[in-house]
């Protein structure tokens, strides 16, 4: 590839529901650009951007690629994004380096649940966006349907560019109201022409409310207008391309990725109205603790941001970045702020899939990736040694649901650690945990295909196979009144025996106080050198569990009284005294199983509010409130049970039709109803 200046750089996200053709769509761009000689097809894994075995096998796209193309003096970094909610942590790395969001629509299928998802988040970061209506020549579509769905949803802003000609087996083109031509497509290069007669009346009308409202946006233009002067395709273009960039007006086109019509008008369009990241605001960043600007200017100190790294067994880790000041080159040394450490970029490439495309520089603006970086994770800022500024990392969502895995051998298992953390590096949205009560390795994630690939990953990546288990609940116990209790330990087996009394007293404390123990011992009735003993003795039963095998909590323990031997009284025998007594005072005790509560909030459609809070009730919930969110949203805040939402990212998915949206968190422990406690196994805490 050659050079291009921040000028000629579009970086463009395709986003959208899955399904809805953006993997055709840059499979349509690359070949009419001329970056391919074929197209590849989704149906039997043929595609550039999709190369990864388990989209070959999945028929959709799982994770990000890159698929740069030349058009028309243009450099297009088009950045093929996933469209199930699963993968949602890859379409936030996407967006963080796009400078305009096109999004793919069905024209069948219409507005779906991920592309208002993926709205929300492109108008939360004020990104550009675009929408190109695909599938045209499908049975059933139906594009007016379909841009009226498109204003209902998404706002005024909604701008057609282009009217179809014809639909379903019909259509042969489109109308550009802009040019006020017609282009026919039929297997070659488009044919431009007239507008069609019986279409005339209706694009007439449509380009007359498209002119006014771009004109309205420009002073100069508005008195020319209304003085009866119509501006120039340029100038109406110039106008329009200035809303785009300020994300005031949203562009609607439309076409055919698979029967390739009008792919090459979008790529047109890309390049005359389409921000460069010129007309982006200059990256904030960080220099200790002033907040800053940078420009994407070629001239400036390098700096770059790392977005996406992909774990490759065989090249190691490649670590994929957008230039935001500067230019880069081979061999340039450059550090990561957050490690110290100084990095130097041996080979510099681009990715188009997955092959490798050596490039001499990469100048401000552009986007290329690099292997084999020592410490870089996904998020870091790559900046000269005299300049350590931080970029925001890349936003990563927090996963909403977990399985629980082990390995399945030892061989699997001196390699889990290791495996996960490459896939942690790759995959921003994993989070890997250990619980220490319930012993169990946690793998969390946003839904259950993400977790079922990132399986299938370890075992193709790094040939580690695990298992998988139902996540455990950490249920705790406490008492709920006074008790008091001796724990006597005697043993005589020739020589030395062992002997320790301790009588304790347990009393319960306030709820997340934790554990108090008090010696109350007088008269020497235990040698003060043993009563740390009996201190230790009730804390190991306390976690080895209680009356149902789960740890102990909020309990003060008084050691009162006691005898010992002078000869055959030790550490050990009080130990062992103090656990006696503490398990037999505490089965005096009144026990209660605690289970964990969380807070959960629920961004819900204000149609299926009564359907999640009746749901929340039905899951032993306490709804705190309910308050507005956003346009025809309401947001619900709930204590609901832990062991209730272990699988709600599921559950709310289908309650909702993938609309509603939660997080939870840990709030406190409360006392577990006595018939639910009883169907509880003994001893699950592991």
Not at 5 to 31: D, F, M, Q, W
Not at 103 to 109: C, H, K, L, Q
Not at 332 to 341: A, E, K, Q, S, W
Request: proline share 6%; with cysteine.
């Amino acid at each position: 590839m050659q050079e291009y200046p921040p000028a000629k750089i579009r970086n463009v996200a395709l986003v959208g529901h899955g399904g809805a053709g953006k993997t055709s769509l840059a499979e349509a761009l690359l070949y009419r650009s001329g970056a391919t000689n074929r197209r590849g097809r989704v149906e039997d894994g043929t595609t550039v951007t999709d190369h990864e075995p388990e989209e070959v096998k999945r028929g959709i796209s799982l994770s990000l690629a890159l698929a740069p193309l030349e058009f028309e003096g243009c450099k297009i970094n088009v950045i093929d994004t996933p469209g199930y909610a699963d993968f949602i942590g890859d379409v936030h790395a996407a967006l963080s380096v796009a400078d305009l969001a096109v999004f793919v629509v069905s024209a069948v299928e219409g507005i779906e649940v991920q592309t208002e998802a993926v709205w929300r988040l492109a108008e939360a970061r004020r990104l550009p966006r675009m929408v190109f209506v695909n599938k045209l020549d499908r049975d059933r579509a139906g594009f007016e349907r379909t841009l009226e769905q498109l204003r209902d949803v998404f706002g005024s802003g909604i701008a057609p560019l282009e009217l179809p000609l014809g639909e379903a087996t019909e259509f042969r083109g489109i109308c550009d109201l802009l040019a006020d031509r017609a282009y026919l497509y039929d297997g070659g290069e488009p044919v431009a022409g007239e507008i069609p007669e019986d279409m005339a009346d209706f694009e007439h009308r449509v380009r007359e409310n498209l002119v006014e409202g771009i004109v309205e946006a420009d002073d100069n233009l508005l008195e020319r207008y209304l003085e009866g002067d119509m501006p120039s395709y340029e100038e109406l273009e110039s106008v329009l391309a200035r809303g785009v960039a300020e994300a005031n007006v949203f562009p609607v086109v439309c076409g055919s990725a698979t029967a390739d019509i009008a792919v090459d008008r979008l790529a047109r369009f890309l390049c005359e109205i389409g921000p460069s990241p010129l007309d982006r605001p200059s990256a904030p960043v960080r220099a200790g603790d002033v907040d800053t600007e940078v420009a994407p200017d070629p001239a400036g100190e390098p700096l770059a941001l790392v977005f996406k790294t992909i774990a490759d067994p065989y090249v190691g880790r490649i670590s994929l970045f957008k230039v935001l000041s500067g230019t880069i080159r081979p061999d340039d040394h450059l550090v990561n702020p957050r490690t110290g450490h100084e990095e130097r970029l041996h080979v510099l490439f681009g990715l188009r899939g997955k092959e490798q495309l050596e490039v001499a520089k990469l100048v401000a603006g552009d986007i290329g990736a690099v292997a084999k970086l020592g410490s870089t994770m996904t998020g870091d800022t790559l900046a000269p040694k005299a300049m350590p500024v931080v970029v925001a990392p890349v936003e990563a969502p927090e996963p909403s649901l977990a399985t629980a895995i082990r390995a399945r051998s030892q061989a699997d298992d001196d390699k889990l650690a290791n495996a996960l953390r490459r896939l942690q590096e790759e995959d921003q949205a994993l989070r890997v945990e250990h619980d220490p009560q319930t012993r169990q390795t946690l793998l969390r994630g946003h839904g259950e295909a993400h977790l079922q690939l990132t399986l299938e990953r370890l075992a193709r990546k790094f040939g580690v196979e695990v298992d998988t288990d139902e996540v455990k609940v950490a249920y705790r116990e406490t008492i709920t009144t006074s008790a008091e209790a001796e724990g006597k330990y005697k043993k005589q087996s020739g020589g030395h025996g062992q002997f320790g009394i301790a009588f304790l007293k347990v009393e319960p404390l306030e709820r997340g106080a934790g554990f108090e123990f008090v010696d109350a011992i007088v008269g020497g009735a235990i040698p003060r050198q043993f009563i740390p003993a009996v201190e230790k003795g009730a804390v190991e039963a306390m976690e080895q569990g209680g009356v149902h095998g789960y740890p102990v909590v909020d309990v003060r323990v008084t050691c009162f009284d006691g005898k010992y031997h002078s000869v055959d009284s030790s550490e050990m025998s009080f130990k062992m005294a103090g656990s006696l007594g503490f398990r037999e005072a505490m089965a005096r005790a009144n026990p209660v199983v605690l289970e964990p509560i969380s807070l959960l909030t629920v961004a819900v459609p204000d149609d299926q509010l009564g359907d999640v809070m009746g749901d929340l009730n039905a899951r032993r919930g306490r709804v705190q409130g309910t308050e507005p969110r956003g346009v025809g949203e309401q947001e619900v805040t709930a204590l609901v049970p832990t062991s209730e939402i272990l699988r709600y990212a599921i559950d709310l998915r289908s309650l909702t039709g993938g609309r509603g949206r939660f997080s939870a968190r840990h709030d406190h422990y409360d006392v577990l109803p006595s018939h639910l406690a009883e169907r509880l196994p003994a001893g699950a805490a592991g």
